[in-house]
């Protein structure tokens, strides 16, 4: 934090006056691809995230800073002029996320200057775009005289995703990140948006995070692909059924009715979505009585489900969960959009340091590709940072 402090002093004169915020990163348990679907998400908030520190300015001026993108210099904006542009590259998040409010008619009547570092993995698929810009939400509100609510402030974030960014994804990231809570996960409803925090007691078992390292290369197109066959079977289906979304669909309804999609790979997506809110819910229930062994076995179908029915995994994702199970983990399974990405694992944490080492082992042997590992710490949502914490 000193580094981020003694950054900003040095980008933009000084650190009188400027405050510290912080936004996490998130890791879905359970509920892939369901989001968008209607249907239930489990995910946490993580400890590692986003800081930035920021200052108002007395003109229209905005002016960012990243530590991970120091080649970028300084990025300079206007809260009068805000369009996305191509060479503002990372900076359109945070930009995004001001268009938003200003357009849902919060005030935002002075610039800023912000410094930010990430701690968040590269690329990783946990959510940094959704971190800056929960993490650039906040800032906001904590300047102002406006409050928001805390779900309508992810709203917008995931507006600014949508809109200015151009990233058509569901609620889930936005969501955990706005409103994580520390040592819980959430089951979120995102159909209704109702949700309730379950606490993530393991006793003698870990959560670890394993990265692929591959690259998410056409994740996004894929992505809205997966997504428009999900509404074309959702259409198809609403000819004989009063459904608002798949998430409306209980596994035996989906197999009374899936003759009504022709295309037998739009079949498969739907039933994934299907499958996987009902396992989500299911998932959940299991944890609540402390069946840790059940909510495993669950998160390998889940895995299974993206691998063979949303085709959504990979050969690397695919060789890390393998290995996983190889290895003795209760569960293990893809988490986030898929196509590269993460692993989310739960073990028995006398065997953690054998897991690291073996899996680590088995993955490179199978696709050549070191994996990197990491023990989920869970964290708060989206926050200013009282300045003793610094
Ligand atoms: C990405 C999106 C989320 C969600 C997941 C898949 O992380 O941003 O909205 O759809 O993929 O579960």
């Known amino acids: 934090m000193k580094q981020l402090r003694d950054a900003f002093a040095e980008k933009f004169g000084g650190g009188q006056g400027a405050l510290l915020f912080f936004a996490p990163g998130r890791v879905n348990l359970i509920g892939e691809h369901t989001d968008y679907n209607g249907g ?15 200052r108002k300015r007395e003109d229209t001026k905005l002016r960012f800073y990243s530590m991970n993108f120091p080649e970028k210099g300084i990025i300079d904006a206007d809260i009068e002029e805000l369009t996305y542009e191509e060479k503002h590259d990372w900076a359109n998040y945070p930009k995004g996320v001001i268009a938003a409010f200003k357009k849902h008619g919060y005030a935002v009547s002075s610039g800023f ?41 992810v709203k917008l974030a995931q507006e600014a995703e949508n809109e200015f960014v151009g990233v058509n994804c569901g609620i889930m990231d936005q969501f955990a990140i706005g409103m994580g809570k520390r040592d819980h996960a959430v089951l979120l409803n995102c159909n209704t948006l109702d ?174 590709l070191e994996a990197d590992f990491y023990v989920v710490e869970i964290g708060d949502g989206a926050k200013r940072m009282e300045e003793e914490r610094i």
């Open 40 to 54: 239930h998400v489990f995910p946490c908030a993580l400890s590692v995230g986003t800081y930035a520190v920021a």
């Open 195 to 368: 949700y309730r925090y379950t606490p993530v007691e393991l006793d003698s078992h870990a959560l670890i995070i394993a990265n692929t390292n591959k690259r998410r290369g056409l994740a996004d197109s894929k992505y809205n692909e997966r997504r428009s066959q999900c509404e074309t079977a959702l259409a198809a289906l609403q000819t004989e059924l009063k459904i608002h979304s798949l998430g409306d669909l209980t596994e035996e309804a989906f197999e009374a009715h899936k003759h009504l999609i022709d295309d037998p790979v739009v079949q498969k997506r739907a039933k994934h979505a299907v499958y996987e809110n009902r396992r989500t819910i299911k998932a959940v229930d299991l944890l609540d009585q402390g069946d840790i062994e059940g909510f495993g076995a669950l998160m390998n179908d889940s895995h299974r489900s993206l691998r063979d029915d949303y085709e959504v995994t990979g050969r690397e994702l695919d060789a890390l969960v393998e290995a996983a199970w190889a290895e003795g983990a209760v569960g293990s399974r893809m988490t986030g959009a898929g196509f590269g990405g993460c692993t989310i694992s739960i073990v028995k944490k006398d065997d953690v340091d054998s897991f690291l080492t073996n899996v680590g082992d088995r993955y490179k042997k199978a696709v050549d």
């Open 113 to 153: 200057d912000i410094a930010f570092f990430g701690n968040i993995p590269n690329g990783a698929g946990l959510s940094s775009s959704a971190s800056i810009e929960l993490v650039m939400g906040t800032v906001l509100e904590e300047t102002s005289d406006w409050s928001v609510d805390r779900v309508e402030m």
